[in-house]
């Protein structure tokens, strides 16, 4: 028996060995982080090139980006695209120091898809707040905000690359996304109900009840990228309102759902036999994610369709509702839910054994 035992010990100890040296073969340079720095700089540069082009009848324009800022008319894209310009910057500066402190690469990483969005749907974003809906304008991406998003993507794929080392984007991870974001798909089309007419346009329902417990199985980043990245890309198609909507309505507010990831460990204990303090702090990341949701939607509100404050903020009650009701649901599978993580740990709790 104590022969075994020592054999098993060898296996572990190697394996922890092999561990150590890869995490020191992967560990980025001084260069290597400072490379983000850099794209986020050269990112600032392409804003002397032509960011869209604005086509009428026969004639073809080609926007800069100082063109769009000193613009009196189109302040508001101005405004957003010239935040955008900074996000690789700033996501570089978070990386470069994300060796001491980790959690800052996870806060880079999504300054880095922001960016991406907003250069990738700036012309539909420009196009919707001018009002041009039923204009013959027509406007097109340009080779400023393509490069601009390529570099962006750049920068986050640094970032990715320095999450996965810690907890890796597995095939059980990929195939536990797609499952419930098409879950949530149908939950978001066929399970609602309509309140159109009550004080806003939407619908009390359900297709964050997938995404709550996405985020509580993988963590923060995994459950960002499948809400905001993924469903939200999906869902803002489906709906049909236009990708301007995108980045706050869709991106950033499903984005915010995963913040219920940063709580797992207060909220799912990894026994069986949860305390109350455990439900507690399971409440609580529900309401902060339903709450993030509800404000992405009141920013978009304010900045696509240029609605007031008290407005957006009473508008959007029917995310508030169905953060309620979904709030009821999880709570019944509280158990469940504790249950499927013991049976079925994901990358990130094997990774902390």
């Given amino acids: 028996m104590k ?3 020592s054999k098993i010990q060898e296996i572990d100890t190697s394996y922890v060995g092999e561990e150590i040296a890869l995490e020191k073969k992967f560990q980025p340079s001084f260069l290597q982080r400072f490379s983000g720095i850099i794209i986020g700089l050269i990112v600032l540069l392409l804003m002397l090139l032509p960011l869209f082009t604005i086509k009428e009848a026969n004639q073809t324009v080609d926007i800069k980006f100082y063109e769009v800022f000193f613009g009196s008319a189109i302040s508001k894209p101005a405004i957003i695209i010239f935040i ?4 690789p910057l700033i996501a570089g500066i978070l990386y470069f120091f994300a060796n001491r402190y980790a959690f800052l690469n996870l806060i880079a990483l999504i300054f880095s ?3 991406i969005a907003i250069f ?4 539909d974003i420009f196009y919707e707040i001018n009002g041009w809906g039923d204009s013959a304008y027509e406007v097109n991406i340009s080779i400023g905000a393509i490069f601009s998003a390529i570099l962006a993507g750049g920068g986050a794929l640094f970032s990715i690359r320095e999450f996965s080392k810690q907890n890796p984007l597995t095939i059980r991870d990929i195939t536990e996304i ?4 098409g879950i949530a798909l149908l939950l978001d089309q066929f399970v609602k ?6 004080g806003a346009a939407g619908s009390i329902g359900f297709a964050m009840l997938p995404l709550f417990i996405l985020a509580f199985r993988l963590g923060f980043l995994k459950g960002f990228i499948a809400s905001g990245v993924v469903f939200g890309l999906l869902s803002n198609i489906i709906d049909g309102y236009g990708f301007a909507t995108y980045p706050f309505d869709y991106l950033l507010a499903f984005g915010l759902i995963g913040v219920v990831g940063l709580f797992r460990s207060l909220a799912l204990p990894k026994n069986k036999n949860p305390r109350i303090v455990n439900i507690i702090w399971y409440v609580i990341a529900i309401i902060i994610g339903t709450i993030g949701r509800y404000f992405g939607s009141v920013i978009s509100s304010l900045v696509i369709y240029d609605a007031t404050l008290s407005f957006a903020l009473s508008y959007n009650w029917y995310i508030l509702a ?4 979904v709030l009821i649901i999880l709570l019944a599978l509280y158990k469940p839910l504790l249950m499927i993580n013991a049976r079925y740990p994901t990358s990130e709790d094997r990774t902390k054994k």
């Avoid at 797609?178 to 974001?181: D, E, H, L, Q, S």
């Avoid at 169905?322 to 009701?325: C, E, I, M």
Wanted: charge should be negative.
């Fill in 322 to 325: 169905s953060g309620g009701a």
């Fill in 120 to 123: 990738i749907f700036s012309p």
């Fill in 113 to 115: 898809i922001a960016a």
């Fill in 84 to 87: 955008a310009f900074f996000f």
């Fill in 178 to 181: 797609a499952a419930m974001v």
């Fill in 193 to 198: 109900i309509d309140v159109t007419g009550a």
């Fill in 3 to 5: 022969k075994d035992e």
